[in-house]
């Protein structure tokens, strides 16, 4: 009796060929983190960010070259449907992406949102019209449907005390893409004005004056290309058992269990009927809206010019305080974030986050009353608290996202996500375009003139944000039930 005692009740059973249970049992056999299979998300995260972010600091040109706005007023309006299209193609397929990671595998997946980054994003560097830049970027947001499955392999690809710091990677790496992205735009757009001695105006980037960055992102892309070939899969490629409230993949089951037991995925509770899935989603979506408009209107407001409220800034000087603000974001989320998670949570992370970032905004407009080198250090730092701010707040709603559904349906729980807050940054920049040239034309007005209706406007998303995180909006499941 004390020996069978001691014998275990359940055992974990790997069915043959199944990538999912193979790689549930190299997790099983090592401990430590799984370095390679962070290095695929990393690289994967980043090159997909880059061609999103890197528009941004030369979108003012762009549009500006492309004699599409009459007044210099009007840049913001035109270049925030720019940025919309690319949003607007994800809402389209995000599902769809998503319910495919779960029948075909995380791989496939990736390897086609990959590839679209390769040819469309080179495409928009060759634009000579406004319509073709916004379809360019449109067929790279459809045809790229990768976030959402690799947040669920970046859950799948973890022991369970290292999710945190598997997430923070995906957060890490696209928070990094959107600071290196218009770092690199702001360097290497216009360089036959730029650098005279290398390029010179007939010459092809001489023609095409945006292509040099889009083909440098392009080319990252096509090397993660090439290197997703050795990429291991994680979806289980066979009916699963019921553990608990998660079905698993490597299983822990009683081996005399009936198979009546097994669960097929039309048996599974409803992704909309899952309220802690819903309820993280819509938050989500608030902030999303705030991250993208705040992305928009930041380097619109750097590069314009003082008398409109602007700084007056250079591409390349937005570039140098979004490359620190991205050495930041790295050390702060691989180091720090996973050791705030542990001992606050994600709900207490992303309150406490989301009450430090509506200061620092308030006191963006003020910075056009500085000196230059005053003004580079008070917008480094407030450029570094937001960025760090605002990645804490969407690692922490990964983290609630993943864990609030089974494996077998995180691709399309993280598809429907993607749907969902692609269709609120799709709104984002041109809601923040056609704000920021509004708030330009009323620089004497009483109340918040000028860029503080701006930044006025993105606090009350900010705060709307905030309070959505409470009871009775918000629903936690158990395992992070810190209220």
Same mark, same amino acid.
Not at 193 to 220: A, Q
Not at 254 to 280: G, H, I
Not at 354 to 375: K, N, R, V
């Given at each position: 009796?004390?020996?069978?005692?001691?014998?275990?009740?359940?055992?974990?059973?790997?069915?043959?060929?199944?990538?999912?249970?193979?790689?549930?049992?190299?997790?099983?056999?090592?401990?430590?983190?799984?370095? #390679?299979?962070?290095?695929?998300?990393?690289?994967?995260?980043?090159?997909?960010?880059?061609?999103?972010?890197?528009?941004?600091?030369?979108?003012?040109?762009?549009?500006?070259?492309?004699?599409?706005? #009459?007044?210099?007023?009007?840049?913001?309006?035109?270049?925030?449907?720019?940025?919309?299209?690319?949003?607007?193609?994800?809402?389209?397929?995000?599902?769809?992406?998503?319910?495919?990671?779960?029948?075909?595998?995380?791989?496939?997946?990736?390897?086609?949102?990959?590839? /679209?980054?390769?040819? %469309?994003?080179?495409?928009?560097?060759?634009?000579?019209?406004?319509?073709?830049?916004?379809?360019?970027?449109?067929?790279?947001?459809?045809?790229?449907?990768?976030?959402?499955?690799?947040?669920?392999?970046?859950?799948?690809?973890?022991?369970?005390?290292?999710?945190?710091?598997?997430?923070?990677?995906?957060?890490?790496?696209?928070?990094?893409?959107?600071?290196?992205?218009?770092?690199?735009?702001?360097?290497?757009?216009?360089? =036959?004005?730029?650098?005279?001695?290398?390029?010179?105006?007939?010459?092809?980037?001489?023609?095409?004056?945006?292509?040099?960055?889009?083909?440098?992102?392009?080319?990252?892309?096509?090397?993660?290309?090439?290197?997703?070939?050795?990429?291991?899969?994680?979806?289980?490629?066979?009916?699963?058992?019921?553990?608990?409230?998660?079905?698993?993949?490597?299983?822990? $089951?009683?081996?005399?269990?009936?198979?009546?037991?097994?669960?097929?995925?039309?048996?599974?509770?409803?992704? %909309?009927? *899952?309220?802690?899935?819903?309820?993280?989603?819509?938050?989500?979506?608030?902030?999303?809206?705030?991250?993208? =408009?705040?992305?928009?209107?930041?380097?619109?407001?750097?590069?314009?010019?003082?008398?409109?409220?602007?700084?007056?800034?250079?591409?390349?000087?937005?570039?140098?305080?979004?490359?620190?603000?991205?050495? /930041?974001?790295?050390?702060?989320?691989?180091?720090?974030?996973?050791?705030? *998670?542990?001992?606050?949570?994600?709900? #207490?992370?992303?309150?406490?986050?989301?009450?430090?970032?509506?200061? $620092?905004?308030?006191?963006?407009?003020?910075?056009?009353?500085?000196?230059?080198?005053?003004?580079?250090?008070?917008?480094? $730092?407030?450029?570094?608290?937001?960025?760090?701010?605002?990645?804490?707040?969407?690692?922490?709603?990964?983290?609630?996202?993943?864990?609030?559904?089974?494996?077998?349906?995180?691709?399309?729980?993280?598809?429907?996500?993607?749907?969902?807050?692609?269709?609120?940054?799709?709104?984002?920049?041109?809601?923040?375009?056609?704000?920021? /040239?509004?708030?330009?034309?009323?620089?004497?007005?009483?109340?918040?003139?000028?860029?503080?209706?701006?930044?006025?406007?993105?606090?009350?998303?900010?705060?709307?944000?905030?309070?959505?995180?409470?009871?009775?909006?918000?629903?936690? /499941?158990?395992?992070?039930?810190?209220?």
């Amino acid at each position: 009796m004390a020996q069978e005692g001691a014998s275990p009740l359940l055992e974990k059973v790997y069915v043959p060929g199944c990538p999912g249970c193979q790689y549930d049992r190299k997790k099983d056999l090592h401990e430590g983190l799984p370095y #390679k299979e962070f290095l695929y998300v990393w690289m994967i995260c980043l090159a997909t960010a880059l061609p999103v972010s890197s528009l941004f600091s030369f979108l003012y040109f762009m549009i500006r070259d492309l004699h599409i706005a #009459k007044r210099t007023e009007d840049i913001g309006f035109y270049a925030g449907f720019v940025g919309a299209s690319f949003m607007f193609g994800r809402f389209l397929t995000s599902t769809f992406w998503g319910i495919a990671a779960d029948r075909i595998g995380r791989k496939p997946v990736v390897i086609i949102g990959t590839f /679209s980054v390769v040819i %469309f994003n080179t495409l928009f560097g060759l634009s000579t019209s406004y319509w073709m830049a916004i379809a360019t970027r449109f067929l790279l947001g459809a045809l790229n449907g990768l976030l959402g499955p690799i947040r669920a392999y970046a859950i799948e690809i973890c022991r369970p005390e290292h999710e945190a710091l598997g997430l923070s990677l995906v957060s890490t790496a696209w928070g990094i893409g959107l600071v290196i992205g218009p770092a690199l735009g702001g360097y290497l757009a216009l360089p =036959a004005e730029k650098f005279p001695e290398f390029f010179s105006r007939e010459s092809f980037f001489g023609r095409f004056p945006y292509s040099l960055p889009c083909l440098c992102t392009s080319v990252f892309a096509l090397a993660v290309l090439v290197s997703c070939i050795w990429m291991p899969e994680t979806l289980h490629k066979h009916k699963v058992h019921k553990s608990g409230n998660h079905s698993v993949g490597a299983h822990m $089951i009683d081996p005399e269990e009936e198979v009546e037991q097994s669960v097929s995925l039309d048996d599974k509770k409803s992704l %909309f009927k *899952n309220w802690p899935l819903m309820s993280s989603i819509i938050i989500y979506c608030v902030f999303s809206f705030y991250n993208m =408009a705040y992305t928009e209107v930041f380097s619109l407001w750097a590069e314009s010019d003082r008398k409109y409220g602007g700084l007056g800034l250079s591409s390349e000087n937005v570039g140098q305080v979004l490359a620190v603000t991205g050495v /930041s974001l790295l050390v702060f989320q691989l180091c720090i974030y996973p050791r705030i *998670n542990k001992v606050l949570g994600p709900v #207490k992370s992303t309150r406490i986050a989301a009450i430090l970032c509506i200061p $620092i905004l308030f006191a963006y407009p003020y910075m056009t009353y500085l000196s230059p080198p005053g003004l580079s250090i008070i917008l480094n $730092i407030a450029s570094v608290l937001n960025i760090n701010l605002s990645a804490t707040i969407i690692t922490s709603i990964f983290i609630l996202q993943n864990n609030a559904v089974p494996q077998d349906q995180r691709g399309a729980a993280n598809g429907l996500s993607m749907t969902a807050m692609s269709l609120f940054k799709a709104v984002a920049p041109a809601v923040a375009g056609i704000i920021f /040239s509004w708030a330009q034309k009323r620089q004497q007005a009483f109340f918040f003139p000028g860029d503080q209706m701006v930044f006025f406007v993105l606090n009350v998303v900010q705060f709307l944000g905030l309070v959505l995180t409470f009871e009775p909006f918000m629903s936690v /499941s158990e395992q992070h039930d810190t209220r």
